[in-house]
């Protein structure tokens, strides 16, 4: 059934009746924030590409059918593989409909910029993670020849041509980076882009290696310094996305929160890393030892606390942040958790709190109380409230024994394709309620 139809069925909560030790092996799926970043990026091709490793997750398909809205030939080879062919998109304008759906939005601006020099795309609100500012992608443009302004709340950008330019970032920025990387490449013969301080995650060097499969001259993605030579045109690639590396990582710390043991296939290995050694300190053992898989042993070892600040790459990542400080709630001691990254990071410490844990929040900090394992309680009543704070309710409700019912499991689905299953392969007892089911009146054991 596909993620769409699944949706459509309005699955609304998850059952999970913890305290079971996770154990076996879990294939992480296709990158999420590659793929809505690649799947974009198609924009900018002028011939068919077909994309592998594609995670089937609603974010994605979102970006499929507002592609598909616009005039996009969307082929799906087999469950993870699709043709795309987007020569038929005629218009650089995005309906304010299709960006509301789509929190990668803002990647409409580079790559239609990048195709059209011409783009009006609807201003990113604010979002559960707060403020989404684009001051540093509208610099980038501007420093290469665009000419911005936001009109009735949409972001209008027009450049007659492309101009040499060197961008300087006085942040570090995914979307920024990404977003100047696509303009800059289809900018034409002789133009030369220089991205200062860019940003080094796995998913920007593989946004950059898609680019480059269709004849994009970029170099140094994954260094603070990009350099881009601008093209004409760009051919026909078929790209394999990579392994998600906050999938992974999830998984990593459910294995460790349940005091299981899980092998987790098809990773980058070298992506884990900063998540592997932190794991190391609380006192998990890990063995990264090949490039392809990691094995998490959280078995017979109490946790110990530790002190996480989330960074750029290669810096502990924010999206890991939740999953991880509710690890810590099951150490023996108190950690601090600082996350600058993004203003409304903690929003999840509230649901925690009703499954017992003891957080106290100071603005960009969080210091975490932990009571070793067993210390967390079912709860009725906890929902997702964005992404990775469903999918830290998730490793919580894991390592609770007796029923905890997480709402809102849309915003999980956003970004872990098949989670139910993939943990229900690992012994977990988890299932999905949909909304017109009886078993929604479900309360806790
Ligand atoms: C991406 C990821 C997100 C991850 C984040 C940080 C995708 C689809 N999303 O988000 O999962 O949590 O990177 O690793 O890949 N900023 C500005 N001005 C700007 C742009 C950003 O001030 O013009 C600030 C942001 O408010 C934030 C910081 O820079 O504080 C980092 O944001 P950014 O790296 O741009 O995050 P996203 O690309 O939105």
Not at 114 to 124: D, I, L, Y
């Amino acid at each position: 059934m596909s993620v769409k139809k699944q949706m459509a069925m309005n699955a609304s909560k998850f059952i999970v009746n913890g305290g079971t030790p996770l154990k076996g092996e879990v294939v992480i799926s296709g990158a999420k924030n590659s793929a809505v970043g690649i799947i974009l990026a198609t924009i900018l091709c002028d011939e068919e590409c077909v994309l592998n490793n594609v995670p089937n997750i609603s974010d994605i398909q979102d970006e499929m059918e507002i592609l598909e809205g616009m005039g996009a030939k969307i082929t799906k080879i087999d469950d993870s593989s699709y043709k795309i062919n987007t020569t038929g998109i005629k218009s650089f304008e995005v309906s304010d409909e299709a960006a509301h759906n789509m929190r990668a939005s803002t990647y409409f601006m580079g790559t239609l910029l990048g195709r059209f020099k011409e783009a009006v795309v609807p201003a990113p609100g604010g979002c559960n993670l707060g403020d989404r500012p684009i001051d540093l992608h509208l610099k980038s443009f501007e420093q290469m020849g665009a000419k911005t302004s936001i009109d009735n709340g949409s972001v209008h950008l027009k450049a007659d041509y492309f101009i040499s330019s060197s961008i300087r970032f006085d942040q570090v920025s995914v979307g920024a980076t990404i977003n100047a990387m696509c303009a800059a490449c289809k900018a034409g013969e002789g133009v030369k882009t220089e991205i200062d301080n860019a940003a080094k995650e796995p998913h920007v060097v593989d946004v950059a290696n898609f680019l480059n499969s269709m004849g994009a001259k970029i170099r140094g993605a994954g260094t603070d310094k990009i350099k881009i030579m601008g093209v004409d045109y760009l051919h026909s690639t078929n790209y394999s996305i990579i392994p998600d590396q906050i999938e992974a990582g999830t998984f990593m710390v459910a294995a460790a929160a349940t005091k299981g043991k899980v092998k987790i296939c098809n990773v980058t290995t070298k992506h884990l890393e900063t998540i592997t050694e932190k794991l190391r300190q609380t006192g998990v053992f890990v063995d990264d030892s090949h490039d392809d898989y990691v094995i998490v042993d959280g078995s017979n070892r109490e946790l110990k606390p530790c002190n996480i600040i989330t960074l750029p790459h290669p810096g502990f990542p924010t999206d890991m942040q939740p999953q991880f400080s509710t690890l810590l709630t099951l150490a023996n001691g108190a950690s601090v958790v600082t996350d600058n990254i993004f203003s409304n990071r903690f929003k999840y410490v509230e649901q925690l709190r009703k499954m017992g844990a003891e957080i106290t929040v100071t603005s960009s900090a969080a210091v975490i109380n932990g009571h070793g394992f067993g210390s967390l309680k079912c709860a009725n009543n906890v929902r997702a409230v964005d992404l990775r704070a469903g999918a830290a309710m998730v490793v919580a409700a894991l390592s609770a024994k007796g029923e905890t019912t997480i709402g809102d499991v849309f915003h999980i689905q956003r970004g872990y394709e098949n989670i139910v299953d993939k943990l229900k392969n690992l012994g977990a007892d988890i299932r999905v309620v949909y909304n017109d089911s009886p078993d929604n009146k479900q309360n806790c054991g």
